[in-house]
């Protein structure tokens, strides 16, 4: 397994565009996470998935947000009507909530590279 | 609510020294797990080691290990013969199963120097 995957890994675009970022977890895992990250601070957690199903969404996640994760593989997180103070690195991560091959400790997040967004 | 506190923004260390960064956290949970992250100047975010709650001994990870201090809340991580390598952002974190999200500290910049 690669690890956890993110598409792109960075993306410019003006105000008011929208974006689409992916994730594509480590394939044994069932759990898939959204964290944000501003210069000189921690992750920021936005939302998670059990499987398909969205069972947490920080306040974070305003309306402008909207994740998916269809058939719970991969996961998509859009930005409607970007604005300036949407820019960060968005970060994925993926764990496994049972027992697994052994390679990965079970709920451990293990991290993708992110995406840098850029809004001008 | 958890919280995380990193209180050094800024450590620095001589190569194949050793050197501790500090954590501590604040929560009214009783299970739960911490983690040391480390994030190189790549910024892809890695996994040092990890510590549950309920576990008295102290996790270690070859020249990683933790001093943790349940009743004081306190977790850190100590690099033994430090290497030009560790020289990263790291981040401690809390879990509190089953929620799955972590809370990360606002973390320590660690300069390993030659």
């Known amino acids: 397994d690669t690890g956890v995957s993110q598409d792109p890994r960075h993306k410019i675009t003006k105000r008011g565009q929208n974006v689409t970022f992916r994730c594509d977890p480590i394939?044994?895992?069932?759990?898939l996470y959204w964290y944000r990250q501003t210069l000189g601070q921690g992750p920021e957690f936005l939302t998670y998935?059990?499987?398909?199903?969205?069972?947490?969404k920080s306040r974070l996640l305003s309306d402008r947000f909207s994740a998916e994760r269809p058939k719970g593989s991969f996961s998509t997180l859009e930005i409607q009507r970007t604005e300036q103070g949407d820019s960060a690195m968005y970060l994925c991560?993926?764990?496994?909530?049972?027992?697994?091959?052994?390679?990965?400790?079970?709920?451990?997040?293990?991290f993708g590279p992110g995406t840098r967004l850029t809004v001008l | 609510a958890q919280t995380v506190t990193q209180s050094q923004p800024e450590m620095s260390v001589q190569e194949a020294e050793t050197v501790t960064l500090s954590c501590t956290y604040d929560?009214?949970?009783?299970?739960?797990?911490l983690f040391w992250y480390k994030q190189p100047p790549s910024r892809q975010m890695i996994l040092v080691i990890r510590?549950?709650?309920?576990?008295?001994q102290n996790a270690t990870e070859n020249r990683f290990s933790v001093n943790f201090q349940k009743a004081a809340k306190s977790f850190s991580l100590k690099i033994s013969d430090s290497q030009l390598g560790d020289t990263a952002m790291y981040f401690c974190?809390?879990?509190?199963?089953?929620?799955?999200?972590?809370?990360f500290g606002r973390g320590t910049q660690l300069t390993v120097w030659p």
């Open positions: 991560a993926s764990s496994l909530d049972g027992p697994g091959s052994g390679d990965y400790s079970t709920d451990t997040q293990y």
């Open positions: 394939s044994e895992h069932n759990r």
């Open positions: 998935f059990q499987n398909e199903a969205q069972l947490e």
């Open positions: 929560t009214s949970e009783n299970n739960y797990y």
């Open positions: 510590q549950e709650a309920y576990k008295q």
């Open positions: 974190a809390f879990m509190n199963p089953p929620l799955g999200r972590l809370y």
